[in-house]
């Protein structure tokens, strides 16, 4: 199962786009800062992740502002064929 939940602060925000066939597109900048346990050591955990949203999703959160808290639930998938880049595609976007 590909499936990630990941809570953090938009870092960066791009303009909301249209592909070609006219869907609507945001992209924007996750940054995520936490501390986790592992091997009952804590451990800092600080990452940034680009997030696309698509479709009504990306309408919907057109309104997201720069340092806005978001939870965001969706899929990791590779920027393009073949690339060892990822990103999470969005299916739920849930401002806080």
């Not at 592909?19 to 804590?42: K, M, N, R, W």
């Amino acid at each position: 199962m590909n499936r990630l939940e990941v809570h953090g602060q938009v870092a960066e925000l791009s303009p909301l786009r249209y592909t070609p066939s006219g869907v609507p597109v945001l992209e924007f900048l996750l940054a995520h800062e936490s501390e986790v346990i592992e091997a009952g050591q804590p451990r800092r955990i600080t990452f940034s992740i680009t997030v696309i949203a698509m479709a009504d999703l990306a309408q919907m959160t057109n309104t997201i502002s720069l340092g806005r808290s978001v939870n965001v639930q969706g899929f990791l998938a590779p920027v393009r064929k073949d690339s060892q880049k990822y990103r999470l595609h969005a299916q739920r976007i849930e401002q806080i």
